[in-house]
């Protein structure tokens, strides 16, 4: 059974960074492609970014590229979301996820494809 726990959250001004981490138990960690996903109070899950199993290939929607990157240490079983220059339109649950590596990479950007959550961390800018 695959786990993932994040962590990192937390409330910061406007421009501030932080790092948000999610560790994976329960099965070999590159078995899987790694996600980050958030939730705006009253709406789905929209997609932030994701890494392939081998860390080759990343991809991240117009709204977050060049302030978001995602990385992974296989040594670690973790996946982390590096998010510089915060945004109050940031403010969302931040969620972690993981899609079976023999999908094809993209589609680990529909959550519907995803099969397993993290149980999700806040992070709130203020202005």
């Known amino acids: 059974q695959v786990q993932l726990v994040e962590s990192g959250g937390g409330l910061v001004q406007s421009g501030d960074s932080l790092r948000l981490s999610c560790v994976l138990s329960g099965r070999a960690f590159r078995n899987y492609i790694m996600g980050w996903f958030r939730q705006f109070p009253g709406k789905e899950r929209e997609f932030v970014a994701i890494?392939?199993?081998?860390?080759?290939?990343?991809y991240y929607p117009d709204s977050v590229k060049g302030r978001f990157s995602i990385s992974r240490d296989d040594a670690k079983n973790t996946a982390y979301l590096q998010m510089n220059n915060l945004k109050p339109e940031d403010t969302a649950v931040y969620y972690c996820?993981?899609?079976?590596?023999?999908?094809?990479?993209?589609?680990?950007?529909?959550?519907?494809?995803?099969?397993?959550w993290g149980q999700g961390t806040q992070v709130t800018v203020s202005s």
């Open positions: 890494i392939s199993w081998a860390g080759d290939r990343t």
């Open positions: 996820g993981a899609t079976p590596m023999t999908l094809a990479f993209t589609l680990a950007a529909n959550r519907d494809f995803v099969s397993y």
